[in-house]
T-cell receptor, first 113, second 110 residues
């Protein structure tokens, strides 16, 4: 029973397509995150939701739209995919406000052809 | 806007203690020191965090200097499975954000 699970694990698609990545956590946490890890291996936060409300949006292009249907899910939809979107996307969750450690999923490897 | 400085890489021998240094000379009074690691092809994994006092859990120990300007993560008996990138992160109390730097690539050798 994985704590933070992402689907799909791998996603290969063509430039210009629209795709979604799903994330679910079974830890009962209130806060969920999306991070991007590029080819240089730097991890950067993209979005954070707390109780289904957006609290962090780190100047991400508006082609990226997170959606949180409930506290346990935070999905990431990407429109008009570009070559530069190729990366590993990690979902994370945390409880108890900003002081609690974040728990990460194993990532979705997105490759744009 | 890195708030921490870590060595790029280090090797350690299996079964020995691994001591990972981190400098955070501009740390504020309300900032915690967090350590995460990322094993190849996995998501980051929380290890330990502290404010002023030394901390220990089942994975590691965290030693924070009295002036809080540096810290050391200690893996008491390194195994091959501890090979990973280790991130030292300074985080304001109540801040939802984690800012990852380049980390230290630790290679445990048999």
């Amino acid at each position: 029973d994985t704590a933070v699970s992402q689907t799909p694990k791998y996603l290969v698609t063509q430039m210009g397509n629209d795709k979604s990545i799903k994330c679910e956590q079974n830890l009962g946490h209130d806060t969920m995150y999306w991070y991007k890890q590029d080819s240089k291996k730097f991890l950067k936060i993209m979005f954070s939701y707390n109780n289904k409300e957006l609290i962090i949006n780190e100047t991400v292009p508006n082609r990226f739209s997170p959606k949180s249907p409930d506290k346990a899910h935070l999905n990431l939809h990407i429109n008009s995919l570009e070559l530069g979107d190729s990366a590993v996307y990690f979902c994370a969750s945390a409880g108890g406000g900003g002081n609690q450690p974040q728990h990460f999923g194993d990532g979705t490897r997105l490759s744009i052809l | 806007d890195a708030k921490t400085t870590q060595p790029t890489s280090m090797d350690c021998a299996e079964g020995r203690a691994a001591n990972l240094p981190c400098n955070h000379s501009t740390i504020s009074g309300n900032e915690y020191v967090y350590w995460y690691r990322q094993i190849h092809s996995q998501g980051p994994q929380y290890i330990i965090h502290g404010l002023k006092n030394n901390e220990t859990n089942e994975m590691a120990s965290l030693i924070i200097t009295e002036d809080r300007k540096s810290s050391t993560l200690i893996l008491p008996h390194a195994t091959l499975r501890d090979t990973a990138v280790y991130y030292c992160i300074v985080r304001v109390a109540g801040d939802y954000k984690l800012s990852f730097g380049a980390g230290t690539t630790v290679t445990v050798r048999a």
